[in-house]
């Protein structure tokens, strides 16, 4: 069994920052990507953002580019994500998931290409 276990959120001003870290815990596993998604109530779960860890290669969706940074320690299954400049409509609930194979693309962006979710974190960004 794998557990994923997200903290860090929280309320905030616009224009703050937060820091969300995520734990993989439990029997150890290949992970072949990282990464943060989340769910606005209403809204489907979308991609946030992805690093692939055979290259170090990170992915964003276009909405937090330059403002968002996601990093992480393969070795010890460990990814960050820091929220920097953030608005209302980033207020959501954050996932992080873990991908033991292949991405279908190589964004890592889509959400059945990861076997692996935590929790959940809230973050509310109030105006």
């Known amino acids: 069994q794998v557990q994923l276990v997200e903290s860090g959120g929280g309320l905030v001003q616009a224009g703050d920052s937060l820091r969300l870290s995520c734990a993989a815990s439990?029997?150890?596993?290949?992970?072949?990507?990282m990464g943060w998604f989340r769910q606005a109530p209403g809204k489907e779960r979308e991609f946030v953002a992805t690093m692939r860890w055979n290259t170090g290669s990170t992915y964003y969706t276009n909405s937090v580019k330059g403002r968002f940074a996601i990093a992480g320690d393969n070795a010890k299954k460990t990814v960050t994500l820091q929220m920097n400049i953030l608005k209302p409509e980033d207020s959501a609930v954050y996932y992080c998931?873990?991908?033991?194979?292949?991405?279908?693309?190589?964004?890592?962006?889509?959400?059945?290409?990861?076997?692996?979710w935590g929790q959940g974190t809230q973050v509310t960004v109030s105006s």
């Open positions: 998931a873990a991908a033991e194979s292949t991405c279908i693309n190589y964004e890592c962006n889509v959400a059945s290409d990861y076997d692996y």
């Open positions: 439990g029997r150890t596993f290949r992970s072949y990507a």
